[in-house]
């Protein structure tokens, strides 16, 4: 197979396909771990703060949250002890099978615990299953497929985030449930047939080991400041802009322009190299916040919105397929984990920093310092840049 790729990219040729039957099985898993996931993602803080009082909500989110991020670091020690079918199939029946307690149980120490095995059973899901992804996606094709990875994951999300609220109160909370449920536990079936790269080649590395590695710390560090943003910008924009009408364009337009940059990103990935992109993703996701500063402004916000979604689309493709290619196919689940858990922990330390800044210094200056914050992140990304620069004329 080496051989092969060698040979079809040296002479320019056509490039291997993309979409094979591995990927497009691997498909019906994603859409159930998103729709079982999204669909509840607004849903069940809405649920717990309904029965449970004011704090209910936060609660539930900080337990799914924490449970998400402790599932991402652990995940990549299961699949190297039981492949990736088995752990991929454990996540989704994890995040399915807890959901209808909710309906059959009332009080918040019911809905903690369902959060928390929900929030566990994403994780493995997501990791486990991101790692085989990207085994199955040829190296040469990796930004296109990640990017049309994060389409078929990212429209089922815009879809179930405000369905799963419109159901609840439409509905009832019981349709919620059992929709949620069925998703994941039905995407189960499609595992089996699933390659299971349970041995892939080259050296095994651990998550203890992409902690030390400065190849993957950076480029996750410079995605974890563009995340810290998007977590601001969802939270708190309802809040700070006074047109609502502006916050729903601004709202549809960030995505939007997120997931045409990320492919855009994937195209140029694959012909050019995805190192380049980090810094500009950077620098614009940053004006992006800069723009968004002018919150009495309805134009200045939908463009901060269009803007920070560009930099933010580019910065999710670019980084997640340069540090793909930074470890052997050993090592993918490392990744998917380490990547995860900066696009996580930077939505949720940024949505909570901000709500602590802001309620002293207002929210124009709050996303002019979160702009500074994430300009932060310069070091590391131009430190990745020269050394990618450097070693180019060593590979060729």
Known sequence: MTTTIDSAAGSGCARPPLLTRALLLRFVS?????VGFNLLLSAVPL???ESGGEHAAGLATGALML????????????TARFGYRPVLAAGLVLLGAPTPLLAWTGGMA?????????????AVALVAGGALTAALIPAERRGEGLALVGLVSGLPALACLPLGVWLGQHLGWDWVFAIGAAAPLAAVASVPALPDRTRADG?????REGLRSGALLRPAAVFGATALAAGILVTFLPL???SATAVAVALLVQPGAATLARWLAGRYGDRRGSAGLVLPALLVSAAGVLLLAATGSPVAVVAGAAVFGAGFGVAQNATLALMYARVPPAGYGTVTALWNVAYDGGMGIGAVAF????????YPWAFVLTAAVMLA???????DRRRAGASTPARR
């Open 30 to 34: 994603l859409l159930g771990t998103s």
């Open 47 to 49: 649920y717990a703060q």
């Open 67 to 78: 449970a998400t991020v402790v599932g991402e670091l652990a995940t990549p020690w299961l």
């Open 110 to 122: 019911a809905v903690v615990t369902v959060c928390l095995l929900r929030g566990l059973g994403f």
């Open 203 to 207: 050296p095994t590395v651990g998550v």
């Open 240 to 242: 700070a802009v006074p």
């Open 355 to 362: 709500g602590a800044v802001a309620g002293g210094t207002g």
């Open 377 to 383: 992140a310069l070091a590391p990304a131009r430190w």
